[in-house]
């Protein structure tokens, strides 16, 4: 995904500044589920970014909605970092927190390396459901992104039968 | 009846504009605009910010226009689920269809302009709704 327009320059990114009360605690929470899913980048309490698209504007659009609706205060902001160093240290937090994410996988992936084929295909589904979720939001994709993708596609690699292997 | 949305239609808006056309007012015309401002006086706004057919309670607008509309067809509230998941994908529902659709439209809405998204999806949504009544009646999917 291409997020700058130049080399050298910052790209662009959506911030959502924003304040909910504290209780009811449940639209707070809803709240907070949402943005993590979204692997938002947090500036500061109550302000986070993603870079900015029409799928990310969108989805924190409706979210600035859903906390006025709560009673919060909320507003959408389109904005350049004013450093490339700013920029890179918040894609940076970004890939890092994808990457502890896939490196779980990885680490799921390889512990049932052993075990019987019905049970390796099933987790297989279940992680590349994971990872499925965990590629929607990551914006600065890590190289531990590869690796967990190969350590699931093994999982659903038959294991060949060392009966069946040729002497 | 006038209708407006925002420009650089994805899932929810296109459900939304087939929805209007064939179940609502067959004679809807669409306008496609770029800041919420720009909504002319006499049209119905959906699926933005801030109007009563947008997001709401954790619906998308294809479910908030249903419930508005007090559409009760269990075909279009199965087609709901479908672009609910598309457009949101919280995994409220199981709708193995929405990743595929939303990758469609998505790349529609590359090479396409709004009135030709809206003039490709609309048989696409005829088509799933046709699918899915079948369904629904034999209880099991057609073949």
């Known amino acids: 995904m291409v997020r700058t327009s130049r080399p050298g320059v910052p790209g662009e990114w959506v911030l959502l500044s924003y304040r909910i009360p504290r209780e009811p605690s449940t639209p707070r929470i809803t709240i907070w589920r949402k943005l993590k899913r979204l692997g938002v980048a947090q500036i500061s309490d109550g302000l986070i970014a993603l870079p900015a698209d029409a799928r990310t504007r969108e989805h924190l659009d409706w979210i600035a909605d859903e906390i006025l609706d709560a009673g919060g205060s909320a507003s959408i902001w389109i904005a350049h970092p004013g450093t490339t160093a700013t920029e890179r240290d918040l894609a940076t937090a970004m890939a890092t927190a994808r990457a502890a994410e896939y490196t779980k996988v990885t680490a799921e992936a390889t512990a049932a390396a052993g075990r019987d084929e019905t049970a390796r295909l099933s987790l297989a589904r279940r992680l590349r459901a994971e ?27 038959p294991i060949p039968d060392p009966e069946e292997q040729p002497s | 009846m006038k209708w407006a949305t925002r420009a650089n239609i994805h899932i929810d808006r296109a459900a939304c504009a087939w929805l209007i056309r064939r179940h609502i007012d067959a004679d809807a015309e669409f306008v496609f605009i770029a800041d919420p401002a720009e909504v ?17 309670q954790g619906d ?37 269809e929405a990743p595929g659709l939303d990758v469609v439209l998505r790349g529609l809405s590359m ?10 999806t609309g048989p696409i949504f005829d ?17």
Do not use: N
């Open chain 2, 111 to 120: 090479i396409c302009t709004d009135e030709k998204t809206l003039a490709i």
């Open chain 2, 127 to 143: 088509g799933l709704y046709e699918f899915h009544r079948h369904a629904t009646l034999l209880g099991r999917e057609p073949a």
């Open chain 2, 60 to 96: 998308c607008s294809f479910e908030t226009i249903l419930r508005h509309y007090q559409l009760d067809d269990p075909v279009l509230w199965r087609i709901a689920q479908i672009i609910h998941e598309a457009d949101l994908d919280d995994e409220r529902y199981d709708a193995p």
């Open chain 1, 131 to 157: 990872l499925r979720r965990i590629h929607r939001r990551d914006y600065f994709p890590p190289a531990e992104r590869d690796q967990a993708t190969a350590a699931v596609d093994a999982l659903a690699q």
């Open chain 2, 40 to 56: 002319p006086a006499d049209a119905t706004p959906f699926d933005m910010r801030g109007v009563e057919l947008g997001h709401h």
